[in-house]
């Protein structure tokens, strides 16, 4: 199964200083055939003002991964973490056994993020946050796992059956993505691709469109813009 979920189509929120577009049910946005994908629980698309954000709210028991498409995000937290993540860059916080944090837009430009939820496989672990500088041009011709529960060299760890990969790819490049079957839910930050699947199945899709992708073997990425793509993959839930 290979389906397109166009953004138009996506659930809106709009508070002025934040419009956000949720991929699966967040908030007041409820679809009942749009909870989880796998172990996949959030993907939301958030577009920051800037000089605001969201203040000091609670997690528990969620492995958060913060994807920075424009501008950057300033995390601060009660364990006294801080730090600015930029356009390309992750961030990580496992939530674990509770975590109080804010996240800004300390730009003077507006902020444009995705933010991944993945359910995690181990409840009760201490709380943590971290953010690394990928380098952006390892990334070119191919996806590169930045967030990982598979022990993924270089990768953030995961207290989670699954991993984040991300990837540029230039008009008419193509790649391949193992999959072996397993759920993937896959967004182009921006550009626009098209994505075949092992059983032929063929869908073209834009900037922050998503598309669910399971029990394919693999998935084979072709650019028809220059793109930059992000896809999240994780076990199937019991």
Do not use: C
């Not at 679809?31 to 997690?59: C, E, K, M, T, Y």
């Not at 800004?104 to 690394?132: C, H, S």
């Amino acid at each position: 199964m290979i389906e397109l979920r166009p953004f138009d189509k996506l659930g809106k929120s709009d508070h002025g200083w934040l419009k956000a577009n949720f991929h699966f049910s967040f908030a007041d946005y409820r679809n009942n055939d749009r909870v989880h994908w796998g172990a996949l629980r959030v993907w939301n698309n958030d577009r920051i003002a800037p000089q605001s954000g969201f203040p000091p709210h609670p997690h528990r028991d969620m492995e958060i991964v913060t994807y920075v498409i424009k501008g950057a995000i300033t995390h601060k937290d009660h364990l006294g973490n801080e730090g600015r993540t930029e356009a390309g860059q992750i961030q990580v916080m496992s939530a674990g056994k509770g975590i109080q944090h804010a996240e800004y837009n300390m730009e003077d430009a507006e902020t444009e993020l995705f933010q991944i939820w993945i359910l995690p496989n181990k409840e009760g672990v201490p709380a943590r946050w971290e953010t690394v500088q990928f380098p952006a041009d390892a990334r070119n011709g191919k996806l590169v796992p930045l967030a990982s529960g598979r022990g993924h060299d270089g990768a953030i760890p995961l207290y989670a059956d699954g991993a984040l990969y991300a990837g540029k790819l230039k008009a008419g490049e193509t790649l391949v993505q193992k999959l072996d079957g397993k759920p993937a839910y896959l967004v182009p930050a921006k550009g626009k691709i098209e994505v075949r699947g092992s059983d032929g199945k063929l869908v073209a899709a834009n900037a922050r469109d998503g598309v669910a992708i399971v029990d394919q073997d693999e998935v084979t990425l072709t650019a028809v813009e220059d793109s930059e793509i992000v896809l999240v993959e994780t076990d199937k839930l019991n």
